[in-house]
């Protein structure tokens, strides 16, 4: 089972950036998929998260409106895009996979927000 995260780097308030989680190892059309962010000093906290289908998408409240969680079952992949950028959004980025009792995480990607 694999996770791996791209797209990460530095961006100036306001950017965007999307991120990717591709996904290997495992029936990815049946988990639900969710991107969580740790930043420095901080917990790990939920960012948003997708059905299997994708027919169902929650975002926390601090990225409401600004990001978007998407997949392509066909793929394997798992997408956060991310716009109006902020310097609270500089955090690491994780994807997650879960299904029942199974779970699996991503490294993480680093996402920095600065002018």
């Known amino acids: 089972v694999q996770l791996v995260e791209f797209g990460g780097g530095l961006v100036q308030p306001g950017g965007s950036l999307r991120l990717s989680c591709a996904a290997s190892?495992?029936?990815?059309?049946?988990?639900?998929m969710s991107w969580y962010r740790q930043a420095p000093g901080k917990g790990r906290e939920s960012v948003a998260d997708?059905?299997?289908?994708?027919?169902?998408?929650n975002y926390a409240n601090s990225v409401k409106g600004r990001f978007t969680i998407s997949r392509d079952n066909a793929n394997n992949t798992v997408y956060l895009q991310m716009n109006s950028l902020k310097p609270e959004d500089t955090a690491v980025y994780y994807c997650?996979?879960?299904?029942?009792?199974?779970?699996?995480w991503g490294q993480g990607t680093q996402v920095i927000v600065s002018s």
């Open positions: 997708i059905t299997s289908t994708g027919g169902v998408t």
């Open positions: 997650k996979a879960q299904r029942g009792s199974y779970a699996y």
């Open positions: 190892g495992f029936t990815f059309s049946t988990y639900f």
